[in-house]
């Protein structure tokens, strides 16, 4: 997997603007993405997740995308609001409700400026 | 869903002590988790705790140092053993429903004086 570094990667957007929040991730056997949106003194809340066999998936404000020639996963944010600020990871695993447990990335701290 | 809760939230212990974690669930669920987080980092998956087996740990993580119970389909708990400062962190119970996504307790934030 990867490794992890010392500090999460810093994404400052404007209120009202679109955010993009990358991720690679590193198992080519994963078979379903979630991403985690993370406030501070949280869990992580599910935000939206896409099976393999997707390259695209919509939800409310929020879309992923899923490359799985270059093992990348992206999550938009349209329109972002304050409440949006937090950090925002990826994970992977096998499968769907599968006993495997989740392989997290480094995550993406997002600040929304007003 | 599922709702988790967990308790201490969190904590302050001397090195050398242990201390041991409650994650209870307000449904029946096979498979249990539990993660670190160490401070500015990604999660990491300690082990897996299902019901009537032992507790599989994932490489760097052993037994001895976290034991684990998962007496019923409601409930675990993850010991920290033998503090020291390095094991700071939040430690988070997660569940996986049948067929569902995996579901986070809020966290237990542990500091190591």
């Known amino acids: 997997g990867e490794s992890v570094g010392l500090h999460l990667p810093t994404l400052s957007v404007q209120e009202g603007d679109n955010s993009i929040i990358n991720c690679a991730y590193s198992n080519s056997a994963s078979d379903y993405f979630i991403w985690y949106k993370q406030e501070s003194g949280k869990g992580p809340q599910f935000i939206i997740d896409i099976r393999s066999n997707m390259d695209k998936r919509q939800g409310q404000r929020v879309t992923v995308l899923l490359n799985k020639t270059v093992k990348h996963l992206s999550l938009q944010i349209a329109a972002t609001q304050p409440g949006d600020s937090a950090v925002y990871f990826c994970a992977e695993t096998w499968q769907k409700g599968g006993a495997d447990g989740l392989t997290f990335g480094k995550g993406t701290h997002l600040i929304i400026q007003p | 869903s599922a709702v988790i809760s967990q308790k201490p939230s969190r904590d302050i212990c001397q090195r050398g002590t242990s201390l041991t974690i409650q994650c209870q669930v307000d449904s029946q669920v096979t498979m249990m988790f539990w993660y670190r987080q160490q401070p500015g980092q990604s999660l990491t998956l300690i082990a897996t705790?299902?019901?009537?087996?032992?507790?599989?740990?994932e490489s760097g993580f052993v037994i001895d140092k976290f034991p684990i119970s998962r007496p019923n389909l409601t409930f675990s708990t993850l010991t920290v053993s033998n503090m020291s400062p390095e094991d700071s962190s939040i430690y988070l119970c997660s569940v996986v429903p049948l067929n569902t996504e995996a579901f986070f307790g809020q966290g237990t934030r542990l500091t190591v004086v």
């Open positions: 705790a299902n019901q009537g087996s032992e507790a599989t740990y």
